[in-house]
Structure formats: structure tokens, C-alpha cells
């Protein structure tokens, strides 16, 4: 079934985007839209637990809906387990939602759709494992790139949401960490490149010796920062190898509300295709993505930022696994330096309006 438009007003809105980090982001534009257009409604957001703080203080979000996926995932071979997810079911099932919004599209996304009982229950005509038969209004979107998509389902049932929406709010808490280190490294906002060499895939890696240049180059004009998450810090020392002064490893030190804050105080960030490209936008940061085995028509860099992509004939494979990942070995660090000293030279026109503080 489809529509043209939704066929009735909603009070209680369920978004369904468990994950990851930059894939929340790019729905940013649908909760905007949505409280544009039903200022009176009340919005909620099933997302997984380790992504929940990315969102869970912003105002325009009036409940999120915690998902475990390490734990409910263990339902098959497990009775304690089976029982989290039946309880969740029933949860969603309690919440009388009028809408659910399902960005992720997967069958696991479609179950929690269907389990709502939702008059409206719209997705993507193209989601995968079978998902789009829990929907009764399925859409197939013109765009390509993975922010359009969204905006252009929410626009398909009437909401009036923007480009421009995909923004973030930094929590006070986490803006008090990015002050405080910033103070205490005679810093000032803007004042800093960020580097996040981490990636979820092994193929979308910047080589560590590439880094390394890249680093060392920058940090002779300003203060490099890297980031990353507990278990990136090895990664992270590795590209700053070598650099005797200006770059400073934050890997570990921050969660996900800082990593935000952070980037939202530098000057700009250089990463892979990661999280750090969509927050840069929405935080109001310029950025450089390194890109290899993805695609920048359908997840590159949004509102601004600019693409290194490595020219290869299999470039864009979407591969996560690849006995050379030529396509990253060959972007130049030195087109990578020269691209960030742009960036440097452009913090001081950098427009604010998107660097939103609850």
C-alpha cells in the first residue's frame, strides 16, 4: 500500500533508527520536520542503547525508547533473552503510537514496526530482509544520498522537513568538557583540527603511515586533537607516531556527548567515512572525509565538507573486507594537507547558527 499522505494528524510519533552513530544523524531532519509541522505532538526514538546519548537531551525528543541489541540478540539460544524481547514488544505495542517512521529498514526494524499496531507504519519500498511487508505506507525515494532519503519519506507523509534540519544539540555537560580542555591547553574554539582515524569497517582505514604525514604537517600550524572511542587509542597513538609536539591523543577520554562537543569546538575535522563526517555538519564544523570502499552519492559528506575519494576501478564496492583496500592506500596525504589547510584558512568565516546548546 501507498499514500500520498498520511491520513490523519499524529499525537505520538515513533522514529525508528537504532543505529549507528552517523546513521541517527542523518534522520536529525525528520525529528525537526516533525516538530515542525505537529509542534503539538509528542516525538519519541527507538535507538540502541550505546547510541542513545547522542540524542536522548535534545528538545525537540520527548522519549527515547532504549533498544539492547547485545542483549535482546542473544534471543534465539536464550530464555532470559526471549523474554527481554517479547517485554519490549509489549512495550511498543502499550505506547499507542499513530505513526512509526522506520529509517533503518531492516526485518528486526519491520518487527518493532509492526509490533506498535500503528495506523501509520511507513519505510522504504526498498528495505532489505523483507522489512517493507510490516509497512502500510512503503515509499521509494528519488534520491540517493542516505539524508534526502529520510527527508523525502517524512515529506511523503506531509512533514516539513529540510536539509538544514540535520543538526545537533551539544548537552551543557559535555560542552563544559570541550571548555574545560580547551582551557586547560590554552586553546580557543576553532583553534584545533580534529583527526578521528577510527572506522567501523577495516576497509574504510586511512593507513596509520599516511596519518602519520598528515598529523605531523598539520600540527606544525595548529594544535592537532585525536579522537576516538576506548578501544581506538593504540590506532590513534599510531598516527600521531612521531610527532614531537602539537598533536594530543583524546582517544578513550571521551563518550559519545563529548566526541560531539569536541568537534563542534575545532576548527574542522579530517576522518573516513565515520560517524565524525555527519556530526561535523550538523555541529556546524567543516569537514574532510577519506573515502574508499563507500559511496559519497549515498553516504558522503553532507551540508558542506568535501570528499578525498580514492580512484580505483572497484572504488564504491562496499566491501568490509579486502586483501589490498587499494582505494585508501592511494589517497595522497599530501592532497589530504592541503585540503585541511583550506579548512584552517576558512574557520574564521565559519557560520555558528548550526551549533545549537540546549
Given at each position: 500500500m501507498t499514500a500520498s499522505k498520511a491520513p490523519s494528524q499524529p499525537e505520538r510519533v515513533l522514529i525508528i533508527k537504532p543505529s549507528a552513530l552517523g546513521d541517527v544523524v542523518t534522520a536529525m531532519p525528520v525529528l525537526r520536520g516533525l516538530k515542525r509541522t505537529f509542534p503539538e505532538c509528542s516525538v519519541s526514538w527507538l535507538v540502541n542503547v550505546n547510541c542513545e546519548d547522542l540524542i536522548s537531551h535534545d528538545s525537540d525528543l520527548d522519549e527515547i525508547v532504549a533498544f539492547d541489541r547485545r542483549k535482546m540478540g542473544k534471543a534465539w539460544?536464550?530464555?532470559?533473552?526471549?523474554?527481554?524481547?517479547?517485554?519490549?514488544?509489549?512495550?511498543?505495542?502499550?505506547?499507542?503510537?499513530?505513526?512509526?517512521?522506520?529509517?533503518?529498514?531492516?526485518?528486526?526494524?519491520?518487527?518493532?514496526?509492526?509490533?506498535?499496531?500503528?495506523?501509520?507504519?511507513?519505510?522504504?519500498?526498498?528495505?532489505?530482509?523483507?522489512?517493507?511487508w510490516f509497512y502500510n505506507h512503503r515509499f521509494s525515494p528519488e534520491a540517493s544520498h542516505t539524508v534526502d532519503r529520510n527527508i523525502e519519506l517524512a515529506q511523503h507523509l506531509g512533514v516539513d522537513a529540510r536539509s538544514e534540519d540535520m543538526t545537533l544539540q551539544i548537552a551543557p555537560e559535555a560542552q563544559q568538557f570541550a571548555d574545560e580542555f580547551m582551557s586547560d591547553n590554552n586553546l580557543q574554539a576553532g583553534g584545533f583540527i580534529a583527526c578521528v582515524p577510527p572506522t567501523r569497517w577495516e576497509t574504510k582505514l586511512y593507513p596509520s603511515r599516511h596519518w602519520r604525514r598528515v598529523v605531523s604537517a598539520l600540527a606544525k600550524r595548529t594544535t592537532v586533537v585525536l579522537l576516538g572511542g576506548p578501544g581506538d587509542r593504540d590506532l590513534c597513538q599510531a598516527a600521531m607516531q612521531g610527532t614531537e609536539s602539537g598533536a594530543i591523543n583524546l582517544a578513550g577520554q571521551t563518550g559519545v556527548r563529548e566526541f560531539v562537543a569536541m568537534i563542534g569546538a575545532s576548527g574542522g575535522v579530517i576522518c573516513g567515512d565515520s560517524a565524525a563526517s555527519f556530526i561535523a555538519p550538523a555541529v556546524g564544523v567543516d569537514s574532510i572525509a577519506l573515502i574508499g570502499p563507500t559511496r559519497t552519492e549515498r553516504t558522503g559528506p553532507y551540508g558542506g565538507g568535501r570528499a578525498i575519494v580514492g580512484d580505483t576501478p572497484c572504488q564504491g564496492c562496499l566491501k568490509k573486507q579486502c586483501s589490498h583496500i587499494t582505494c585508501m592506500q592511494i589517497i595522497n596525504p599530501d592532497e589530504v594537507i592541503e585540503a585541511a589547510g583550506v579548512m584552517l584558512a576558512s574557520v574564521s568565516n565559519r557560520p555558528t547558527s548550526n551549533i545549537i546548546q540546549r
Open positions: 539460544r536464550s530464555l532470559s533473552a526471549a523474554g527481554l524481547v517479547v517485554s519490549f514488544l509489549w512495550k511498543l505495542r502499550r505506547s499507542h503510537f499513530d505513526w512509526v517512521l522506520d529509517l533503518q529498514g531492516l526485518l528486526r526494524s519491520g518487527i518493532f514496526t509492526r509490533a506498535t499496531g500503528a495506523s501509520v507504519r511507513a519505510g522504504f519500498a526498498s528495505a532489505r530482509e523483507g522489512a517493507a
